[in-house]
């Protein structure tokens, strides 16, 4: 802990960036049911409520997609500073909308924050970071999107009570002030070491570097050692004129693209936020009625999957990236098998005088669909969540990192869009067989990891370009990796930390 404490601390800040993301992403869906906001805005109708949620998922997917070419050119942490920015202002309009287009327009601007963050974040921790706890730092982003959701949910259960449009109006202003509190506290944090030699400052890389890892000694061997393979793998970038968009579809990036948009896709295909969002309808269906069943839904659901996320900041540098995610997928799959197989032989449909489907399980059967809403949770956020942040943000060269980062992130956010799309759709439709797709999708991933995603926990972000530069076959490549291992001193130093 002591040798990284800085490191910690600089990344800790930078979560709070996760902190705004799960905030936001959550606010909404308890306001959509107050009393005060549905009068303000008329009443919308579900295509109303459709436009309203997807606006801040519109926003994050733009926003992404810039924030790549931000954070080469402003610097991460100035590209984390101006998301905070244009967070506050979208928030801001929220906050004091007066009619539905400001509303919408609010939600789209403080997605397009959203966005940016999201990919800068990562990138920003996976810079700063030595490999040996690189996953639990960018594990503290995911963890803190989970407190965002957990606290967003909380608050508007506590102003719901509030018999004015304040009930709504301060869920939505007070985002300000953890936007305000990181924009602040990044004037304080330092540039990423690998973005300031890539732009020729080295010596301020040292003593960044210094900073984050020896109290300030600039002649520590291994900070000068971290310097020196920065410095080389910076030039090899350079030699190879790996910088623009064109770069990623081209050899020798293109396969770390397809693995890292690949990711984020599954992430959002293991079906977290239907069931974080769509929870109180599930439990609804399956019998459970009333307040009491979105607040275990939804409430519950928000603890469990920011405590379920812990062991992957303690543990994730030491178990790797590859089983816990293929563990991780078997759990989720099973979680989905089992509620399918257990509504599909137990459901009796029928439908209320508002058109509400019911699914009149059994209260047995209820229960046990629940209890594996929420094992699903906890497999997800103890692996999926936060390996989707993290694999994305350590697989590719300096250079085109944050520029492949922005499209990773648009399509978790694209894949977010579509789902929220259709699983409404689905769940009245084909309820079980939703779950029975999600199952499926889990149980293929386990397979499309073992075969295609090569392990990355304890290496240099400078060795990506071995671990990735052998067979497209993950498992088929381990012998070249062993003989290199054999021979390459890498940094492999769990035992202190994980
Ligand atoms: C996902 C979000 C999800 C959240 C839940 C994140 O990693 O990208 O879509 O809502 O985890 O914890």
């Known amino acids: 802990m002591s040798r990284n404490r800085q490191t910690y601390l600089v990344g800790g800040v930078s979560a709070l960036g996760g902190f705004l993301f799960g905030y936001d992403t959550g606010v909404m869906s308890s306001i959509l049911e107050m009393e005060h906001w549905k009068a303000y805005f008329n009443k919308p109708g579900s295509t109303g409520v459709g436009v309203i949620v997807a606006m801040l998922t519109a926003g994050c997917f733009v926003g992404s997609l810039f924030a790549g070419w931000l954070a080469d050119r402003l610097s991460r942490k100035r590209t984390i500073m101006l998301a905070c920015v244009v967070f506050s202002l979208g928030a801001a309009i929220q906050c004091g909308s007066r009619n539905r287009a400001m509303l919408i327009a609010g939600r789209f601007v403080a997605g397009l924050g959203v966005g940016v963050l999201s990919m800068a974040v990562p990138v920003f921790m996976s810079e700063i970071a030595p490999p040996n706890i690189r996953g639990r730092l960018v594990s503290l982003q995911q963890w803190a999107i989970t407190w965002g959701l957990l606290v967003a949910f909380w608050i508007d259960y506590g102003t719901h009570f509030i018999k004015s449009d304040a009930s709504w109006r301060i869920p939505m202003g007070i985002q300000i002030v953890p936007a305000l509190i990181l924009f602040v506290s990044m004037f304080f944090m330092p540039y990423t070491p690998r973005w300031l030699v890539d732009n020729g400052r080295e010596d301020e890389a040292l003593k960044v570097l210094a900073r984050l890892r020896s109290g300030g000694d600039i002649t520590d061997p291994e900070v000068v050692a971290e310097l020196e393979d920065i410095k080389h793998a910076v030039q090899v970038d350079r030699e190879t004129a790996v910088r623009s968009y064109i770069e990623l579809v081209k050899f020798p990036i293109r396969r770390r693209v397809v693995l890292g948009v ?46 379920a996320t812990v062991p992957a900041i303690l543990w994730i540098d030491r178990w790797g990236r590859r089983k816990t995610l ?173």
């Open 262 to 307: 690949l990711i984020q896709i599954l992430q959002q295909l293991t079906g977290i936020n239907t069931t974080l969002y769509f929870a109180p309808t599930i439990f609804k269906q399956s019998g459970l009625t009333g307040d009491n069943a979105s607040l275990l839904a939804q409430g519950l659901n928000g603890v469990i999957n920011c405590l």
């Open 326 to 498: 293929m563990f991780g997928s078997l759990a989720c799959g099973i979680s989905y098998f089992i509620q399918a197989v257990a509504t599909g032989a137990t459901q009796n449909k029928s439908y209320d005088e508002n058109g509400d489907l019911n699914l009149n399980l059994p209260t047995g059967v209820s229960y046990l669909v629940i209890v594996f809403i929420y094992i699903f949770v906890a497999s997800f956020a103890m692996s999926w969540g936060p390996i989707g942040w993290i694999y994305p943000s350590e697989i590719f060269p300096t250079r085109i990192r944050s520029k492949a980062n922005s499209v990773t992130t648009a399509s978790n956010w694209l894949f977010n869009f579509v789902i929220g799309l259709v699983s409404p759709i689905l769940i009245k439709r084909i309820t079980w067989g939703l779950d029975l797709i999600f199952a499926l999708i889990m149980f293929a991933s386990v397979i499309i990891v073992f075969l295609f995603f090569p392990e990355t926990k304890n290496r240099t972000l400078e060795e990506m370009e071995f671990i990735f530069g052998g067979s497209a076959w993950a498992h088929k490549d381990k012998k070249r990796i062993a003989e290199h291992d054999a021979t390459a001193s890498h940094y492999v130093d769990d035992k202190e930390e994980a």
